[in-house]
Antibody
Framework: QVQLQESGPGLVKPSETLSLTCAVS?????????WGWIRQPPGKGLEWIGT???????DYNPSLKSRITISVDTSKNQVSLKVNSGTAADTAVYYC?????????????WGQGTLVTVSS | QSVLTQPPSVSAAPGQKVTISCSGSSSNIENNYVSWYQQLPGTAPKLLIY???RRPSGIPDRFSGSKSGTSATLGITGLQTGDEADYYC???????????FGTGTKVTVL
């Protein structure tokens, strides 16, 4: 059974970098699949942030691309997300998920999510 | 502002049926597969339907999906109190080059 667990600071100051890690268990990232990040501001809907393949190739939401970096560490079996120049608008629950890509796109396994608040 | 529009809320009595619409365009729903996610209060989203109408293992056949043109629909029959949740549609948008989610629909069991 694939399991994902997000972790990172719950509070980030404005203009600083938000850094999160997603630890994957039950599946080796180096074996394949895509791994995505999705966020949800309090009381609002879901927003796709970006996706990385086990090889390291990335695909970012154009609306966030200038501030986003997603990386993969196959030795630790984890994926990381960095959001630069944080603002209050980045306050959200951040989820990592396994993404199925090909002729179809969907997220089949999700982490429990971690709340990040951007505030001074 | 999401490119996929859903009704904010739907409701029905236990045992009844509800349908949730997801309206998009030719750059997303019409030419790409649609998936649906269920988000119970305080929990992470869960895949309910993928590739328009396929159910992952463990999802009861009370949940069904369909697609026609630029719209997709999620149906829930035999409504249960445990179905109270937010439901989101999702698909790839070829114009935006982004995965997009619907605005979300809250299902209430009366």
């Amino acid at each position: 059974q694939v399991q994902l667990q997000e972790s990172g600071p719950g509070l980030v100051k404005p203009s600083e970098t938000l850094s999160l890690t997603c630890a994957v268990s039950g599946y080796s990232i180096s074996s394949g699949y895509y791994w995505g990040w999705i966020r949800q501001p309090p009381g609002k809907g879901l927003e796709w942030i970006g996706t990385i393949y086990h090889s390291g190739s990335t695909d970012y939401n154009p609306s966030l691309k200038s501030r986003i970096t997603i990386s993969v560490d196959t030795s630790k079996n984890q994926v990381s997300l960095k959001v630069n120049s944080g603002t209050a608008a980045d306050t959200a629950v951040y989820y990592c998920a396994r993404e199925i890509r090909g002729y179809s796109h969907y997220f089949d396994y999700w982490g429990q999510g971690t709340l990040v608040t951007v505030s001074s | 502002q999401s490119v996929l529009t859903q009704p904010p809320s739907v409701s029905a009595a236990p045992g009844q049926k509800v349908t949730i619409s997801c309206s998009g365009s030719s750059s997303n729903i019409e030419n790409n597969y649609v998936s649906w996610y269920q988000q119970l209060p305080g929990t992470a989203p869960k895949l309910l339907i993928y590739e328009n109408n396929r159910r992952p293992s463990g999802i009861p056949d009370r949940f069904s999906g369909s697609k026609s043109g630029t719209s997709a629909t999620l149906g829930i029959t035999g409504l249960q109190t445990g179905d109270e949740a937010d439901y989101y549609c999702g698909t790839w948008d070829s114009s935006l080059s982004a995965y997009v989610f619907g605005t979300g629909t809250k299902v209430t069991v009366l």
